[in-house]
């Protein structure tokens, strides 16, 4: 789905599971504000999210300059100060966000506190902590000066990496203050922008015969090898057995009858039945 800013990503799945009559579910939520890829698995395939987890992912945010706010977006209590640096300055210190670095989420996120949502304490006026967690930035770029204030910036990083919380650490690391005014992913994993469907498509409460021409099988987002089985050695396997095999260690597709069936996992000479998808 093409996620249209301004609504959560929970509204878009549970239209997704309204028009289907099937459990859904997103493969990495967007916030509010954001719009672009979001990827929803339909049935068996919400499965999938932890094998997401660690996909690169792609974003054009809008980091405006001279200002704070609770939320590190625009859509919380804003405070303005600090200088606007230049187009130039800005990217003179965006390779020092290259790789593995540490970054503290947002108190405005899903983070979980002592069993409550970190969003939940911070409204409620609770003062806490979070903790610094690793993240991968694969590359980070300026590419233009939006208005007098904003900057559009590319991102390609790894799952789990906060753009608000760049975008205040970008800012700190010039000595001054920022937040993301704009956000839109437009690439997650395999999952592409031109690949998508626009919300509104949904709205007209199209029939599922309709919706299944834009449905991608399950078995095309898997970017792993197939494994093969026959005979009694596919019986054994599909009735929960661990197999030997020469393949390498690894999560592999598995097809039953033809059919694609799910994943399995290869370890120490062994196969064994992972998630079932189909």
């Given at each position: 789905?093409?996620?249209?800013?301004?609504?959560t990503?929970?509204?878009?799945?549970?239209k997704?599971?309204?028009?289907?009559?099937?459990?859904?579910?997103?493969?990495g939520?967007?916030?509010?504000?954001?719009?672009?890829?979001?990827?929803v698995?339909?049935?068996?395939?919400?499965?999938?999210?932890?094998?997401?987890?660690?996909?690169?992912k792609?974003?054009?945010?809008?980091?405006?300059?001279?200002?704070?706010?609770?939320?590190?977006?625009?859509?919380?209590e804003?405070?303005?100060?600090?200088?606007?640096?230049?187009?130039?300055?800005?990217?003179?210190?965006?390779?020092t966000?290259?790789?593995?670095?540490?970054?503290?989420?947002?108190?405005?996120?899903?983070?979980?506190v002592?069993?409550?949502?970190?969003?939940?304490?911070a409204?409620?006026?609770v003062?806490?902590?979070?903790?610094a967690?690793?993240?991968?930035?694969?590359?980070?770029?300026?590419?233009?000066?939006?208005?007098?204030?904003?900057?559009?910036?590319k991102?390609?990083?790894?799952?789990?990496?906060?753009?608000?919380?760049?975008?205040?650490?970008?800012?700190?690391?010039l000595?001054?203050?920022?937040?993301?005014?704009?956000?839109?992913?437009?690439?997650s994993?395999v999952?592409?922008?031109?690949?998508?469907i626009?919300f509104?498509?949904?709205e007209?409460?199209?029939?599922?015969?309709?919706?299944e021409?834009?449905?991608?099988?399950?078995e095309k987002?898997?970017?792993?090898?197939?494994?093969c089985?026959?005979g009694k050695?596919?019986?054994?396997?599909?009735n929960?057995?661990?197999?030997e095999t020469?393949e390498?260690?690894?999560?592999?597709?598995?097809?039953?009858?033809?059919?694609?069936?799910?994943?399995a996992?290869?370890?120490?000479?062994?196969a064994k039945?992972?998630?079932?998808?189909?």
């Amino acid at each position: 789905m093409d996620k249209p800013s301004g609504i959560t990503s929970g509204t878009v799945v549970n239209k997704c599971k309204w028009l289907t009559g099937t459990p859904c579910g997103h493969m990495g939520t967007l916030d509010p504000l954001a719009s672009g890829v979001l990827p929803v698995g339909i049935g068996n395939a919400a499965r999938l999210f932890d094998y997401f987890l660690e996909k690169e992912k792609e974003y054009i945010a809008e980091f405006t300059f001279g200002v704070t706010s609770d939320t590190l977006d625009s859509t919380g209590e804003l405070v303005y100060g600090g200088d606007i640096p230049t187009a130039e300055e800005i990217a003179n210190v965006l390779p020092t966000f290259f790789g593995d670095i540490m970054q503290v989420p947002p108190k405005y996120s899903a983070k979980n506190v002592n069993g409550k949502r970190g969003y939940d304490l911070a409204r409620a006026g609770v003062d806490f902590e979070l903790p610094a967690k690793q993240v991968r930035i694969y590359g980070i770029e300026v590419l233009e000066q939006i208005s007098g204030t904003a900057f559009r910036i590319k991102i390609n990083c790894g799952g789990g990496t906060y753009i608000r919380s760049l975008a205040r650490d970008i800012a700190k690391k010039l000595g001054t203050n920022a937040v993301m005014s704009a956000l839109r992913r437009t690439k997650s994993g395999v999952f592409e922008i031109a690949q998508t469907i626009p919300f509104s498509l949904l709205e007209q409460d199209l029939p599922v015969e309709e919706l299944e021409q834009y449905i991608i099988p399950t078995e095309k987002t898997l970017p792993y090898p197939t494994l093969c089985m026959q005979g009694k050695e596919a019986i054994r396997f599909f009735n929960g057995i661990a197999v030997e095999t020469d393949e390498k260690d690894g999560l592999y597709k598995i097809y039953k009858e033809d059919a694609f069936y799910g994943l399995a996992e290869v370890r120490n000479g062994k196969a064994k039945a992972k998630t079932k998808l189909c």
